[in-house]
């Protein structure tokens, strides 16, 4: 087995490890996850409170769920994914795919941009950004 698939071997087992326990073991009712810093100092939500719950929620079908516990992690998956897909089929393919859009300065800064600005709404305490609280 060559290093590139060795690596593929290695990230899917991990991912495959990592979804058993998020499906089989709810994050808020076990204490072996890692816990927020951020918020175990601040007592705020950062970008990625609740993503945790979130995953949880969607490998058991309840999108709305995971919707509240963490939008912007749950909007963020189908480019996540594509990523993913891409990098699996560059291992294992001749004909390469080139991921422009991750190497734009636009989308850097957009993405840095909306998650700042999902930070600092989801810790406004005034409806509707409550809605966005983890």
């Given at each position: 087995?060559?290093?590139?698939?060795?690596a593929?071997?290695?990230?899917?087992?991990i991912?495959?490890?990592v979804?058993?326990?998020?499906?089989?073991?709810?994050?808020a009712s076990?204490?072996f996850?890692?816990?927020?810093?951020?918020?175990s100092?601040?007592?705020?939500d950062?970008?990625?409170c609740?993503?945790?719950?979130?995953a949880?929620?969607l490998?058991?079908?309840r999108?709305?769920?995971?919707?509240?516990y963490?939008m912007?992690?749950v909007l963020?998956?189908?480019?996540?994914?594509?990523?993913a897909?891409v990098?699996?089929?560059?291992?294992f393919?001749?004909?390469?795919?080139?991921?422009?859009?991750?190497?734009?300065?636009i989308?850097?800064?957009?993405?840095l941009l909306?998650?700042?600005?999902?930070?600092v709404?989801?810790?406004?305490?005034?409806g509707?950004?409550?809605w966005l609280?983890?």
């Amino acid at each position: 087995m060559d290093k590139k698939a060795l690596a593929q071997f290695i990230i899917v087992t991990i991912a495959v490890i990592v979804l058993s326990l998020l499906y089989f073991f709810y994050p808020a009712s076990n204490h072996f996850y890692p816990r927020c810093i951020f918020h175990s100092v601040t007592g705020l939500d950062c970008p990625g409170c609740g993503s945790q719950r979130a995953a949880s929620a969607l490998l058991k079908g309840r999108i709305i769920e995971a919707l509240d516990y963490n939008m912007l992690f749950v909007l963020s998956i189908p480019l996540v994914a594509y990523s993913a897909i891409v990098f699996s089929w560059n291992v294992f393919s001749k004909n390469k795919i080139r991921q422009k859009i991750f190497y734009s300065g636009i989308f850097v800064k957009s993405v840095l941009l909306l998650v700042l600005v999902f930070w600092v709404a989801r810790n406004i305490p005034v409806g509707p950004f409550t809605w966005l609280k983890a």
